[in-house]
T-cell receptor, first 114, second 114 residues
Framework: EDKVVQSPLSLVVHEGDTVTLNCSYE??????LLWYKQEKKAPTFLFML????IEKKSGRLSSILDKKELFSILNITATQTGDSAVYLC??????????????FGKGTKLSVIP | DAGITQSPRHKVTETGTPVTLRCHQT?????MYWYRQDPGHGLRLIHY???????DKGEVSDGYSVSRSKTEDFLLTLESATSSQTSVYFC?????????????FGPGTRLLVL
């Protein structure tokens, strides 16, 4: 059975801290891994990773994929209260009949306190 | 933001009644998806559509049906709602399923089945 496991499930940090969120996966027919941010509404896209070892960066956020060890990390440096959200990891996989589907982890709830 | 709207945004209904949720997009994207999000489960795919009148089942399709008669509209129907279908329902769209393409999510519909 395909699965995506995120850790920790929740995390509380102070503003200015650096955090690392983890996502491990066991899926068949892997194509890519995606990170989304969800703030009490629609998930918004952050990164898509397809190749091992190539870091994607956007401001204070960065992410990397290890296809050998089957995991990804999302780093947030100099955290701000606006980073408080649930971070979702999803794996894009081939599901048969020419179709691809996303399998999501349960998410990591990040709370940044002033 | 991707042009995706969902209606209604909130609904309370009783067990055994039919319920239809609507997803409307203005992006002319080919693919549309319905997910449900529950505590402890993350986002799970219910059904998806790869074109007008073309639909397929996802991970948790039992008790749900869908229809797509126009490119811009994707309807999710609960024929006889049950309390286990209390959830937040998200619609998503993608232009294609080619590598590098991502899904964009609507604002969600919160459904309570009493």
């Amino acid at each position: 059975e395909d699965k995506v496991v995120q850790s920790p499930l929740s995390l509380v940090v102070h503003e200015g801290d650096t955090v690392t969120l983890n996502c491990s996966y066991e899926v068949t027919n892997f194509r890519s891994l995606l990170w989304y941010k969800q703030e009490k509404k629609a998930p918004t896209f952050l990164f898509m990773l397809t190749s091992s070892g190539i870091e994607k960066k956007s401001g204070r956020l960065s992410s990397i994929l290890d296809k050998k060890e089957l995991f990804s990390i999302l780093n947030i440096t100099a955290t701000q209260t606006g980073d408080s959200a649930v971070y979702l990891c999803a794996v894009d996989r081939y599901s048969g009949a020419g179709s691809y589907q996303l399998t999501f982890g349960k998410g990591t709830k990040l709370s940044v306190i002033p | 933001d991707a042009g995706i709207t969902q209606s209604p945004r909130h609904k309370v209904t009783e067990t055994g009644t039919p319920v239809t949720l609507r997803c409307h997009q203005t992006e002319n994207h080919r693919y549309m998806y319905w997910y449900r999000q529950d505590p402890g489960h993350g986002l799970r795919l219910i059904h998806y559509s790869y074109g007008v009148k073309d639909t397929d089942k996802g991970e948790v399709s039992d008790g749900y049906s869908v229809s797509r008669s126009k490119t811009e509209d994707f309807l999710l129907t609960l024929e006889s709602a049950t309390s286990s279908q209390t959830s937040v329902y998200f619609c998503a769209i993608s232009e294609s399923q080619l590598a590098g393409e991502t899904q964009y999510f609507g604002p969600g519909t919160r459904l309570l089945v009493l």
